[in-house]
Nanobody, 123 residues
Framework: QVQLVESGGGLVQSGGSLRLSCAASERTFSDYAMGWFRQAPGKAREFVAGISWSGRYTYYIDSVKGRFTISRDNAQKTVYLQMNSLKPEDTAVYYC????????????????WGQGTQVTVSS
């Protein structure tokens, strides 16, 4: 089994920062790319950021470029999402997911998902 557990969400004011963590249970974590998605109530799940297995390549949705940074620590089997300059439109449940395909932007390309962590940004 692959278990992914997100943490670090919470309530923050506009302009504030949060760092999300996603801890993986399985020993082959470093063989897989990872991604962060988010889903607001009543909306589709959308890609936020992705990172290759080595951390060499990163990918971001345009709306978070310059504000969010994805990183990983393979020794700790953890992927992070540093979120700065948060905006109310960033409010969503954030999910991490494992990517076996090498294609980052569609949720269909991910095979295991965490249960999510809530991020709420007040005006």
């Amino acid at each position: 089994q692959v278990q992914l557990v997100e943490s670090g969400g919470g309530l923050v004011q506009s302009g504030g920062s949060l760092r999300l963590s996603c801890a993986a249970s399985e020993r082959t974590f470093s063989d897989y790319a990872m991604g962060w998605f988010r889903q607001a109530p009543g909306k589709a799940r959308e890609f936020v950021a992705g990172i290759s297995w080595s951390g060499r390549y990163t990918y971001y949705i345009d709306s978070v470029k310059g504000r969010f940074t994805i990183s990983r620590d393979n020794a700790q089997k953890t992927v992070y999402l540093q979120m700065n300059s948060l905006k109310p439109e960033d409010t969503a449940v954030y999910y991490c997911a494992r990517n076996p395909s090498g294609s980052y932007y569609s949720p269909d390309q991910y095979d295991y998902w965490g249960q999510g962590t809530q991020v709420t940004v007040s005006s």
